[in-house]
């Protein structure tokens, strides 16, 4: 069924918010071009946000549906203009009805940098639009921070809690006892410990390929701008230098191996001191850094996608998981610290234990 067959319904069909959305675009400026029948779903993601395409002019914008009570845009346009001032390329806000949760948006195109390392690349193609998305990194870790919330420890403790909750408990069927409990609260205070000791940015916390958008190819189609466009930036915080980067580098949902992740940390970390960014002068430092935010990011995210599985009915969020696990064990198998947590997926994994710590 397609968005006007949707529509037409009326209040009383399957969805009377579409209904709202499209009497909506009808009323805004005939200036705009709009035309409302075209309204169709462009994508969705793991909140209550819904978006849709609508053709306007020559091209088409992006409507996002943010339903008031349940999401609130004000964060998207705060946090979009702070990034625009520093030079990442977001979307332009065309209207908007923070009330109704309706903001009409520039369209940044159909291929996000997952959907184009699916497709048929290059090693030479895959480069150059990595070393795109470092610039903008270090771009958006220039940006203002005014009104973000601060990453403090109770928060970062509280994201932590979902791996226990969520990952061991429900997706391992395997609540941990009070000594293994014990244990995981130590590696979790030496984790928060160390990340809050680096200097604060601001972090759009889900950094990756979903959310960066593939712009400028003139071979797939109409070039939609400076690459990447960044999206669902709605997050964002102030936090660790490293954790965007980690973001970025062990990515969810298309695996990089160690070789890869370096060579690009280390162009991240040569751009970042030109910038004059507060990261440190020798790179076995950011390193150590970066997989430390990593793990910390890595365990936080395995409990959210048990969650979106196992509560919101979401399944293919366990698609990801083995990846996930595995950006968890480079790090946790490379560092003595993190001998009770190797030991605690061992356990939960049903694995003999094998590991060769390095620090």
């Known amino acids: 069924m397609n968005a006007t067959t949707d529509l037409a319904a009326g209040p009383s069909g399957a969805d009377a918010r579409l209904a709202q959305l499209s009497g909506w675009i009808s009323g805004l400026p005939a200036a705009l071009e709009l035309n409302p029948a075209s309204l169709r779903p462009a994508s969705s993601d793991a909140s209550f946000r819904r978006y849709f395409r609508v053709e306007m002019g020559a091209g088409t914008a992006v409507v996002m549906d943010a339903p008031p009570g349940k999401e609130d845009?004000?964060?998207?346009?705060?946090?979009?203009?702070?990034?625009?001032?520093?030079?990442?390329?977001?979307?332009?806000?065309?209207?908007?009805?923070?009330?109704?949760?309706?903001?009409?948006?520039?369209?940044?195109?159909?291929?996000?940098?997952?959907?184009?390392?699916?497709?048929?690349?290059?090693?030479?193609?895959?480069?150059?639009?990595?070393?795109?998305?470092?610039?903008?990194?270090?771009?958006?870790?220039?940006?203002?921070t005014t009104g973000l919330a601060r990453y403090d420890k109770p928060r970062l403790i509280a994201e932590l809690e979902l791996f226990p909750e969520w990952y061991a408990a429900r997706y391992c069927d395997r609540p941990l006892d009070p000594p293994?409990?014990?244990?995981?609260?130590?590696?979790?205070?030496?984790?928060?410990?160390?990340?809050?000791?680096?200097?604060?940015?601001?972090?759009?916390?889900?950094?990756?390929?979903?959310?960066?958008?593939?712009?400028?190819?003139?071979?797939?189609?109409?070039?939609?701008?400076?690459?990447?466009?960044?999206?669902?930036?709605?997050?964002?915080?102030?936090?660790?230098?490293?954790y965007d980067?980690?973001?970025?580098?062990?990515?969810?949902?298309?695996?990089?191996?160690?070789?890869?992740?370096?060579?690009?940390?280390?162009?991240?970390?040569e751009m970042a001191r030109k910038a004059g960014l507060p990261v440190p002068d020798d790179f076995a430092e950011l390193h150590r850094a970066y997989e430390w935010m990593g793990l910390q990011r890595n365990l936080r995210i395995l409990g959210v996608f048990a969650r979106l599985a196992h509560?919101?009915?979401?399944?293919?969020?366990?698609?990801?998981?083995?990846?996930?696990?595995?950006?968890?064990?480079?790090?946790?198998?490379?560092?003595?610290?993190?001998?009770?947590?190797?030991?605690?997926?061992?356990?939960?994994?049903?694995?003999?234990?094998?590991v060769g710590y390095t620090f």
Not at 245 to 269: C, G, H, K, N
Not at 339 to 350: F, I, M, R, S, V
């Open 73 to 144: 845009c004000r964060p998207f346009l705060h946090v979009a203009g702070l990034l625009r001032d520093a030079g990442v390329h977001v979307p332009a806000v065309l209207a908007q009805d923070v009330d109704q949760g309706f903001l009409l948006l520039s369209d940044l195109g159909f291929t996000t940098y997952l959907d184009y390392l699916r497709g048929q690349t290059t090693p030479h193609d895959i480069h150059r639009i990595y070393m795109d998305a470092l610039a903008s990194l270090v771009k958006l870790q220039q940006s203002a």
């Open 180 to 242: 293994e409990r014990d244990a995981l609260n130590g590696v979790f205070e030496a984790l928060v410990d160390a990340n809050l000791a680096q200097p604060f940015v601001l972090v759009h916390r889900d950094y990756h390929s979903p959310n960066l958008m593939a712009t400028d190819l003139p071979k797939e189609g109409p070039n939609y701008g400076p690459n990447p466009g960044v999206i669902d930036f709605q997050d964002a915080v102030v936090g660790p230098i490293t």
């Open 245 to 269: 980067l980690a973001s970025v580098l062990m990515d969810a949902r298309f695996t990089w191996d160690e070789p890869q992740q370096l060579d690009w940390a280390i162009r991240y970390w």
């Open 311 to 354: 509560r919101d009915g979401k399944r293919h969020y366990l698609d990801h998981i083995p990846r996930v696990n595995a950006y968890v064990r480079q790090v946790a198998e490379r560092y003595l610290a993190f001998k009770p947590l190797t030991k605690l997926l061992d356990k939960l994994e049903g694995r003999q234990a094998a």
